[in-house]
């Protein structure tokens, strides 16, 4: 048994044939373990070769020495000579030597005991997704504490921009002045307003903060919360973007850069959780 994550639960078999029984079993059982991901499960059986000795099938036999015939005949009345069939040749013909069909009865002892060992077979493969679910835990933790601590780099950033961004708004305004004869003073207050809110971060960073917090609070709820994390790290993508397109410096960009590289290792991560 093997599982990877998904957006809903998709249980594939692979079971010999007359295992209905056992199939309906593994997905009532994995049906109340599992509430998200692919899972494959497989099982092979091994005959015992006592039991395995091929038998042969009469009419096929029958029919494979008539076409033989046959073709000879064909053959030599178109003045092509065959070279001689031996008995082995007509053995390994397809379908002459059958396998023995498997005994119901016999096969009933193998089934209960499968039947057995699902309880075992899904505790174990709970078990090992509970271990790899802890160690996410922790990666996912210390990649929030990453977000959080670049979020208030982030905050140090665009305040310590804020003298510069000043002077380039005053020398924009200075230019316009200089090169434009009788422009309205109220559209130039207009446009400043718009230049000073396209470079206003703190709601991104606001937002940012926020999502550190929603996601650490994810990490200690109960249940399923795999869909909703990565909802979540969508969110988190766009507001670095967004800071990144806004950040007017080349530290603010650099720290907007670190926040999308852990968000996207997140992400990553996040596709394994339940």
């Known amino acids: 048994m093997r599982g990877v994550n998904g957006r809903g639960l998709d249980i594939r078999t692979r079971l010999p044939d007359g295992c209905e029984v056992l199939d309906q079993a593994l997905r009532a059982a994995l ?45 030599g009345a178109a003045g092509l000579h065959l070279a001689p069939m031996s008995a082995a040749d007509l053995l390994l013909l397809n379908g002459v030597m059958d396998q023995p069909e498997q005994d119901e009865a016999a096969a009933a002892p193998w089934i209960k005991a499968a039947l057995q060992d699902i309880g075992v077979l899904v505790g174990d493969f709970a078990t090992a997704r509970a271990a790899e679910g802890k160690a996410l835990l922790d990666i996912l933790a210390s990649q929030i504490e990453t977000v959080t601590r670049l979020t208030a780099e982030a905050q140090d950033a665009a305040e310590a921009r804020g003298p510069k961004v000043a002077e380039t708004l005053r020398a924009n305004v200075a230019k316009l002045m200089q090169n434009g004869d009788g422009l309205d003073e109220a559209r130039i207050a207009q446009e400043l307003a718009l230049l000073a809110v396209k470079s206003d971060v703190t709601e991104e960073l606001d937002r940012l903060s926020a999502h550190a917090a929603a996601a650490t609070d994810m990490l200690g709820a109960e249940g399923p919360i795999g869909r909703k994390f990565d909802f979540l790290m969508q969110e988190f993508n766009r507001e670095a973007n967004t800071l990144c397109s806004k950040s007017g410096s080349t530290e603010l960009t650099r720290i907007g850069l670190d926040l999308k590289t852990v968000i996207d290792q997140m992400r990553e991560q996040v596709q394994n959780v339940e």
């Open 31 to 75: 049906g109340a373990a599992v509430t998200r991901g692919t899972i494959n499960v497989g099982l092979k059986v091994k005959q015992d070769p006592a039991e395995s000795v091929p038998v042969l099938n009469q009419a096929a036999l029958t029919n494979a020495i008539q076409g033989a015939l046959t073709t000879e005949a064909q053959a």
